[in-house]
């Protein structure tokens, strides 16, 4: 199914989590690394020291090669095992839990993998969209498309209160969280004071980006 994905899928550089990262890790990992951008741009930015990816697809982790210090190709649980325990300071999962079948249990292993202390950067696309409930109240229409929230690989899909409990539930701490795609300034007053106060602004987040501590 990724197979007719384009070269900006796996090579896109996830700058918007700078606020999020700490200042400096030596043992990084990112499940999904795509084709190793945003790994790469860690250690060139001196966020990271050594950096390990994971990746499914064999032609992007070809390319991740070149810029990430060791890569693992294959299926993320099948090859979690090769990896130390307590072994990474930082760990990204941007965009990839909501592929795999059981990220609950990913999630709990990888809270095994971190040394205490550590910092879990998760992405998540947010189901709760305007676009997506919208329709579906309207119409009945859930429709899959390329890409997006409605990407036909997701497996998964998740709210704010869902992403948060699959989080605190493996152990881990929230301690900050970005909503992507909210703008208070594009939204009329009454709007804007209605989604700034209640759970309807998650109705225009189109992601929500975590971060969480071991």
Same mark, same amino acid.
């Given at each position: 199914?990724?197979?007719?994905? *384009?070269?900006?899928?796996?090579?896109?550089? %996830?700058?918007?989590?700078? !606020? @999020? =990262? !700490?200042?400096?890790?030596?043992?990084? /990992?990112? =499940?999904?690394?795509?084709?190793?951008?945003? @790994?790469?741009?860690?250690?060139?930015?001196? $966020?990271? &020291?050594?950096?390990?990816?994971?990746? /499914?697809?064999?032609? !992007?982790?070809?390319?991740?090669?070149?810029?990430?210090?060791?890569?693992?190709?294959?299926?993320?649980?099948?090859?979690? +095992?090769?990896?130390? @325990?307590?072994?990474?300071?930082?760990?990204?999962?941007?965009?990839? /839990?909501?592929?795999?079948? *059981?990220?609950?249990?990913?999630?709990?292993? /990888?809270?095994?993998?971190?040394?205490?202390?550590?910092?879990?950067?998760?992405? @998540?696309?947010?189901?709760?969209? $305007?676009?997506?409930?919208?329709? =579906?109240?309207?119409? +009945?229409?859930?429709? $899959?498309?390329?890409?997006?929230?409605?990407?036909?690989?997701?497996?998964?899909?998740?709210?704010?209160?869902?992403? #948060?409990?699959? =989080?605190?539930?493996? &152990?881990?701490?929230?301690?900050?969280?970005?909503?992507?795609?909210?703008? #208070?300034?594009?939204?009329?007053?009454?709007?804007?004071?209605?989604? #700034?106060?209640?759970?309807? %602004?998650?109705?225009?987040?189109?992601?929500?980006?975590?971060?969480?501590?071991?």
């Amino acid at each position: 199914m990724y197979e007719t994905k *384009d070269n900006n899928y796996f090579s896109f550089v %996830r700058k918007d989590i700078a !606020p @999020l =990262l !700490p200042s400096q890790s030596a043992e990084v /990992l990112e =499940l999904g690394c795509g084709a190793g951008g945003t @790994l790469g741009w860690l250690k060139a930015e001196g $966020y990271a &020291g050594h950096t390990t990816g994971m990746e /499914l697809c064999a032609e !992007p982790a070809a390319i991740a090669r070149t810029r990430v210090d060791k890569v693992f190709e294959g299926d993320v649980n099948a090859t979690m +095992g090769q990896l130390p @325990l307590e072994g990474f300071d930082l760990v990204l999962c941007l965009d990839v /839990l909501e592929h795999l079948v *059981d990220p609950w249990e990913t999630v709990k292993r /990888l809270y095994g993998l971190m040394r205490t202390g550590g910092t879990l950067i998760v992405s @998540l696309p947010n189901i709760q969209h $305007y676009k997506v409930v919208l329709p =579906l109240l309207l119409k +009945g229409t859930w429709q $899959y498309k390329e890409d997006g929230i409605m990407d036909r690989t997701h497996l998964r899909f998740f709210s704010r209160q869902s992403a #948060s409990e699959m =989080l605190t539930n493996a &152990g881990f701490k929230i301690s900050d969280c970005i909503d992507s795609g909210y703008n #208070s300034r594009r939204i009329f007053k009454f709007w804007k004071f209605l989604l #700034s106060h209640t759970s309807m %602004r998650d109705l225009t987040a189109s992601q929500f980006v975590f971060r969480a501590e071991k």
